[in-house]
């Protein structure tokens, strides 16, 4: 019978518009509540999820807010 193997999970954010741009963590997963990452036009942030656990973000640029879990 198969096994399964959890595996961290890279999520990669660029920001490719001409404004800046923020990722937000949206509840506390035992880490910084409330982190905000400040993304500069061409910047890009890689961030490390636990396989198995469901994480909501928001990703914020002027006045549109994208909701990824």
Do not use: W
């Not at 890279?10 to 920001?15: E, I």
């Not at 905000?36 to 961030?47: K, N, Q, Y």
């Not at 636990?50 to 994208?66: E, F, I, M, N, P």
Request: charged fraction near 20%.
């Amino acid at each position: 019978m198969p096994g399964t193997t959890q595996y961290e999970v890279l999520l990669d954010f660029t920001n490719d518009t001409h404004d800046c741009a923020t990722v937000q963590l949206q509840r506390d997963y035992g880490r910084n509540t409330g982190a905000i990452v400040l993304l500069h036009p061409g910047e890009s942030v890689t961030l490390v999820l636990d396989a198995g656990t469901v994480y909501k973000y928001a990703l914020k640029t002027r006045s549109k807010v994208a909701n990824v879990t």
